[in-house]
């Protein structure tokens, strides 16, 4: 009788437990972070119409559809993209509040400028969405019609040509320097305030080459108003199919590509970054968006990991940061 008592006894426990585990099932899931729950809201840094616009409302309307709400995008240009990295910082913890800028955000800006904040430590990327490499484009004057005639040219005409960059201490800016060191030549650099002043200037003949993202080149190249040397991709852009790669002309150094992505608080849960990753990857995967990509300049971003993303943006940042320290250039 104490025997049975005894095994009753050991016996409820384990019942108990076993309702335990039955009762936090739904409670778990009841306390699983919903997304989204309200309007959310891209930030793009840069101008109205410029690239991070273009890309954050393309994806605003394919997310919005994925995920049966609104998207709205809010341009915030300026101070580098600071501006726009401060709106995201400032937002609720709850991946309402989303980011779309290039990757010179972490690797370009805190070289150029002296941020206030470690902006690495401000914004994580979450997926890269779409790529393009850069394109040396020049004045049609130029007699050159290739990089290895223009080089040729420039050895030829020293003091008499230079290049342009779409900001000083950018990748615009430091291609030119690279190709400078590895081809022994001696072109001038002037920064400018954007691409379009800088294009502008190209055309006119007060510059005579620059360095420039495809997607406010190509326009330009298809109305033959400015001519293109060579392309920074690994392999020749399927935007560009007749314009080498620089890496195929002997100068792999100059290979680069920019990247724009979507940025979210490093802070924020990691099943909300996982949930709007899904459904960005789920967005980008629709043939109107790669269409819509190609018709601005860009391809489709590659399905990298955060973790990938990250430590591209680490290996970037050493990479430029040496250049510039070579010519002893200063944030501001």
């Given at each position: 009788?104490?025997?049975?008592?005894?095994?009753?006894?050991?016996?409820?426990?384990?019942?108990?437990?076993?309702?335990?585990?039955?009762?936090?099932?739904?409670?778990?899931?009841?306390?699983?972070?919903?997304?989204?729950?309200?309007?959310?809201?891209?930030?793009?840094?840069?101008?109205?119409?410029?690239?991070?616009?273009?890309?954050?409302?393309l994806l605003a309307d394919q997310l919005g559809k994925q995920i049966g709400q609104t998207v709205i995008v809010e341009a915030k240009p300026g101070a580098g993209g600071m501006i726009a990295v401060n709106e995201l910082s400032m937002a609720p913890r709850d991946g309402q509040t989303l980011l779309v800028g290039v990757n010179s955000l972490v690797s370009e800006i805190p070289h150029i400028v002296r941020p206030a904040a470690n902006m690495a430590a401000e914004i994580k990327p979450l997926a890269e969405l779409a790529r393009g490499g850069?394109?040396?484009?020049?004045?049609?004057?130029?007699?050159?019609?290739?990089?290895?005639?223009?080089?040729?040219?420039?050895?030829?005409?020293?003091?008499?040509?230079?290049?342009?960059?779409?900001?000083a201490g950018t990748l615009s800016h430091v291609m030119g320097l690279q190709l400078n060191q590895a081809a022994g030549i001696d072109m001038a650099h002037v920064g400018y305030k954007g691409s379009t002043p800088a294009l502008q200037d190209l055309m006119g003949g007060h510059v005579q080459l620059m360095f420039d993202g495809m997607a406010t080149s190509i326009p330009l190249l298809k109305g033959g108003k400015i001519k293109a040397f060579a392309v920074s991709t690994p392999t020749r852009s399927p935007l560009l199919p007749a314009v080498p790669t620089f890496a195929e002309l002997g100068y792999p150094q100059l290979e680069?590509?920019?990247?724009?992505?979507?940025?979210?608080?490093?802070?924020?849960?990691?099943?909300?970054?996982a949930q709007i990753r899904d459904a960005t990857l789920k967005a980008l995967a629709q043939p109107a968006v790669r269409e819509r990509l190609q018709e601005v300049g860009f391809e489709v971003g590659q399905p990298r990991t955060p973790q990938e993303l990250s430590a591209s943006l680490k290996a970037d940042h050493e990479r430029i940061g040496a250049v510039l320290k070579s010519i002893g250039f200063k944030p501001e």
């Open positions: 009788m104490q025997l049975h008592l005894v095994l009753n006894f050991l016996r409820r426990p384990a019942t108990l437990v076993g309702g335990a585990l039955m009762l936090s099932i739904p409670l778990a899931l009841a306390q699983a972070p919903k997304w989204p729950e309200k309007i959310v809201r891209i930030v793009a840094a840069g101008p109205a119409g410029g690239s991070a616009d273009i890309v954050a409302r850069l394109v040396m484009v020049g004045n049609l004057s130029l007699p050159a019609k290739t990089l290895p005639e223009l080089i040729g040219y420039v050895k030829s005409h020293p003091d008499k040509v230079n290049f342009a960059s779409y900001t680069a590509v920019a990247w724009m992505g979507l940025w979210v608080k490093p802070d924020l849960p990691a099943a909300l970054q």
